[in-house]
């Protein structure tokens, strides 16, 4: 068996052109969406997400903008940075970028964001309210990209057995909280493993649709899989390779080549997850948008 590809590149244009739709209307009733991106510090692969994020959100139609603060910053300067957002009508949306410099508190941040603006999904209102099932909460974007992924690709998640490896609050207790509710792209049977998880393939061998969020590459290989299974590799580690221009090249956690032999869906990485983590940043924020209008007609 050769697993069909899940094109994340597809899908996440797909998302982004109906933000786009959604900009336009928003903007005949006299309100361009806003995001804000925080990024603080000089981290290199943060500086490229914010990039990308601004980037895009600017195409779809909204005002993206970046603060960008010193690496010094201290959290109550950082603070006063989140108050002012939460107080600015234009400002829909506001992302904290994470790792922050180590002497600020991540959590404290991420709970002085209004909830209404926290696009990422990450103040325990909108993790409480993802969990409750209460539709007007945000959803990280990632565990949100992967429900549309197999939605899109006509997975039906009712009933199955879905083993997620990772239980980190971006990516792996999300996931769960989004496959485990009623309805349509949940009502699925969930299993998290993480790193205390003795047998892995024990688990993985009798899933229906494994979702790997590890950070370590070949996590996943051919033989720890059902027949059959759906693979969705969360996973983005930077590993060697001298035959790259670079020197290195972007690989998942799960190893792709024995995984497609024996799963019937396959992301591939990139080209998979990584796609649709900023298309749902940008469906939060217009969401948000929506939201702050009284009485408006809420899309979803
Ligand atoms: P974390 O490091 O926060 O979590 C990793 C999880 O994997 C932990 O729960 C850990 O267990 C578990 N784990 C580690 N080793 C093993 C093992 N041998 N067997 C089973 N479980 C194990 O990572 P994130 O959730 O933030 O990210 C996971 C991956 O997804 C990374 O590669 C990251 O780059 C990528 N990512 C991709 C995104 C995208 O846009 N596509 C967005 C976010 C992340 P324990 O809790 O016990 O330590």
């Given at each position: 068996m050769h697993a069909e590809l899940i094109d994340g590149v597809a899908v996440s244009k797909k998302i982004r052109d109906e933000v786009a739709a959604r900009c336009a209307a928003l903007a005949a009733r006299g309100v361009v969406p806003g995001l804000t991106v925080v990024l603080v510090g000089d981290d290199a692969a943060s500086a490229v997400y914010v990039r990308n994020k601004e980037k895009q959100s600017v195409e779809a139609g909204m005002k993206g903008e970046t603060i960008r603060l010193p690496a010094s910053t201290s959290q109550e300067e950082l603070l006063a940075v989140v108050d002012r957002l939460n107080a600015d009508?234009?400002?829909?949306g506001i992302l904290v970028q994470m790792?922050?410099?180590?002497?600020?508190?991540p959590q404290t941040v991420i709970r002085r964001l209004a909830p209404h603006k926290d696009?990422?999904?990450?103040h325990p209102v909108n993790v409480g309210k993802v969990l409750i099932g209460e539709k007007d909460g945000f959803a990280p974007c990632t565990p949100a990209g992967v429900q549309m992924l197999l939605q899109e690709y006509g997975?039906?998640?009712?009933g199955k057995h879905v083993v997620i490896i990772g239980r980190s609050n971006i990516v792996g207790k999300p996931m769960a909280s989004l496959l485990i509710q009623p309805g349509k792209g949940g009502d699925a049977t969930v299993t998290i493993c993480h790193?205390?998880?003795?047998?892995?393939s024990w688990h993985t061998k009798r899933a229906d649709i494994v979702i790997a969020a590890v950070?370590?590459?070949?996590?996943?290989?051919?033989?720890m899989l059902k027949p059959g299974a759906v693979v969705i590799d969360v996973g983005i580690n930077r590993i060697a390779d001298p035959t790259t221009k670079s020197g290195a090249r972007l690989v998942g956690d799960v190893d792709f080549e024995s995984a497609r032999l024996t799963a019937s869906k396959i992301t591939p990485v990139?080209?998979?997850?990584g796609q649709m983590t900023i298309a749902l940043l940008l469906r939060n924020t217009v969401r948000a948008a929506e939201q702050s209008i009284p009485a408006a007609t809420v899309a979803g």
């Open positions: 009508p234009a400002v829909h790792p922050l410099p180590k002497q600020i508190d696009v990422d999904g990450f997975v039906d998640t009712g790193s205390r998880t003795p047998d892995l950070g370590r590459p070949g996590t996943v290989t051919g033989d990139p080209g998979g997850v």
